[in-house]
């Protein structure tokens, strides 16, 4: 199914552990984004990418590294996880064209706990 | 990025026609209005979006004044599968150059009730 598909779905980090979390579309979207989601909070964004080769930084980018690594894959970065990381991190992609919007295509979110 | 105010829960029954209004004062000539929807432990997914007027789709409708300052997503007969968290994005959708994010707040909290 055509969508976006983040991995690991789940993760437990020691403080000062390191991770890549995965994301990768098959839809040929330009744009994708990194989100992080804590409890009874809205969306905040990390990272993100308007097109192949670049990367720009969000809302809150503090100890987070991004790689756009080719048009499906854009990759999120903890060098060394914190507990303030636990989170849900969601991936999102989107073709920016006003003609053939549809909107975010997120994905269904990596769960992570840094213990 | 305009800022949208919404309010921070609604409860409803099933069969009833649900409105969740959404304000954003600054909003600009290229800014679209676009609603997500987001159930527990998912991704947020696209609903509807719309420049002016109304705008139907399968799921929702939305309305927008002239001065586009507001706007309102209808659900029309909700049921149970309908209780989540609806987000109001204000912001251009065509992000070929510096901008590239959209700004979620809080959302809405819809709990359906039978």
């Known amino acids: 199914n055509a969508g976006v598909t983040q991995t690991p779905k789940f993760q437990v980090l020691k403080t000062g552990q390191s991770m890549t979390l995965q994301c990768a579309q098959d839809?040929?979207?330009?744009?994708m984004y990194w989100y992080r989601q804590d409890p009874g909070m809205g969306l905040r964004l990390i990272y993100y990418?308007?097109?192949?080769?670049?990367?720009d930084k969000g809302e809150v980018p503090n100890g987070y590294n991004v790689s756009r690594l080719n048009k499906r894959e854009f990759s999120l970065r903890l060098e060394s996880a914190a507990p303030s990381q636990t989170s849900v991190y969601f991936c999102?992609?989107?073709?920016?064209?006003?003609?053939?919007?549809?909107?975010?295509?997120f994905g269904s979110g990596t769960r992570l706990t840094v213990v | 990025l305009a800022k949208t105010t919404q309010p921070i829960s609604m409860d409803s029954y099933e069969g009833q026609e649900v409105n969740i209004t959404c304000s954003h004062n600054?909003?600009?000539?290229?800014?679209?209005i676009t609603w997500y929807q987001q159930f527990p432990s998912q991704g947020p997914r696209f609903i509807i979006q719309?420049?002016?007027t109304k705008v139907t789709n399968e799921v929702a409708s939305l309305f927008i004044p002239a001065d586009r300052k507001s706007s309102t997503l209808s659900l029309p007969r909700v049921s149970l599968s309908d209780t989540a968290v609806y987000y109001c994005?204000?912001?251009?959708?065509?992000?070929?150059?510096?901008?590239?994010?959209?700004?979620f707040g809080k959302g809405t909290k819809l709990s359906v009730k039978p």
């Open positions: 999102a992609s989107h073709l920016t064209h006003r003609e053939f919007n549809y909107g975010y295509t």
């Open positions: 839809m040929n979207h330009n744009s």
């Open positions: 990418s308007a097109s192949e080769g670049t990367t």
């Open positions: 600054n909003i600009a000539t290229n800014d679209y």
């Open positions: 719309g420049y002016k």
């Open positions: 994005l204000v912001g251009d959708i065509d992000y070929g150059g510096s901008q590239g994010n959209l700004i």
